[in-house]
């Protein structure tokens, strides 16, 4: 057994003795290993960026592939929505979880981050291996010809096309960066500088499929690791699903960090309940190098 409870207080500040007895478990089943992570909407939260799924989270119709190529007023009512919403999102810091994670890895711990999330946030805390399993808010695409383009300077063009629009101090903001505006009438849609055609945010829309090369690199990531975290997610995507069912059909350790109930529960090694940035930030003090 670690002795993270005995000698190392600082090491889970904050943490009740129920949570910190699971810490203690958790660091036993990782130690010496090396670790791939899954991250879900949880991890951002204290950044500002509310849970799709979590306890309070409030119900929401994300739009579809389909509306979004299908319909021009659903195309302009996800671009204003977007824009205000990518503003606040872009002004989000990395909390301590992210950091953490980035510092596990650069210890030679964690083998890389595989995340549901958009935001950017791992990347911009130093994370090197990052799998961007839905996508990032940073890029456009155009679906005609597909040229790419950075979303600050897309941005630029959207509020040089339309200077009536504002950017709110406090923006109502969702895991996917998106808002619902009260009006996008007179909205001008931005189109690709290239060809014309119609750009989409480089993300898997609901409905959409994530890209077969992005989750074999994640799938990649896990077979080359000695455990996995999963942090932040309730698992309802069936992604996460199948990510816990490949470790543990390889009888690797798997520990689930999450307030509340999840879907690999039953499966997991450990399961703690509590706040991910601190149960993170207790890892990487606690965790030995790997083997």
């Given at each position: 057994m670690s002795t993270l409870l005995d000698h190392?207080?600082?090491a889970v500040p904050h943490l009740d003795p129920e949570t910190a007895d699971a810490v203690e478990r958790a660091v036993d089943a990782l130690s010496g290993r090396r670790i791939?992570?899954?991250?879900?909407?949880?991890?951002?939260?204290?950044?500002?960026?509310?849970?799709?799924?979590g306890k309070g989270a409030p119900t929401r119709t994300p739009m579809t592939a389909q509306q979004f190529l299908s319909s021009a007023s659903?195309?302009?009512?996800?671009?204003?929505g977007s824009h205000l919403g990518w503003r606040a999102f872009a002004a989000a810091q990395p909390n301590d979880g992210h950091l953490?994670?980035?510092?596990?890895?650069?210890r030679g711990i964690a083998s890389g981050v595989i995340t549901q999330n958009v935001d950017g946030l791992h990347v911009r805390a130093g994370s090197r291996r990052v799998v961007e399993l839905?996508?990032?808010?940073r890029r456009v695409l155009c679906t005609h010809c597909g040229q790419v383009f950075d979303r600050r300077d897309l941005a630029a063009r959207v509020e040089a096309d339309n200077p009536w629009i504002t950017v709110p101090d406090a923006v109502e903001l969702g895991p996917d960066g998106d808002v619902l505006p009260s009006s996008s009438d007179g909205f001008v849609v931005p189109d690709c500088s290239v060809c014309h055609g119609m750009l989409k945010p480089d993300v898997v829309f609901f409905g959409e499929y994530i890209p077969v090369?992005?989750?074999t690199e994640a799938e990649q990531l896990v077979q080359t690791s000695e455990a996995l975290v999963i942090a932040g997610s309730s698992l309802v995507v069936n992604s996460g699903i199948r990510l816990l069912e490949r470790a543990r059909r390889r009888k690797l350790p798997v520990v689930i960090v999450n307030r509340g109930?999840?879907?690999?529960d039953a499966r997991a090694t450990v399961k703690i309940?509590?706040?991910?940035?601190?149960?993170?930030r207790a890892f990487a003090r606690a965790l030995p190098a790997a083997r």
């Open positions: 190392s207080h600082e791939a992570v899954l991250t879900g909407a949880g991890v951002s939260t204290d950044s500002g960026i509310p849970d799709y799924r659903s195309r302009r009512r996800y671009w204003v953490a994670l980035a510092e596990l890895e650069s839905h996508g990032t808010m090369a992005k989750f109930q999840t879907r690999g309940d509590a706040g991910t940035t601190e149960v993170l």
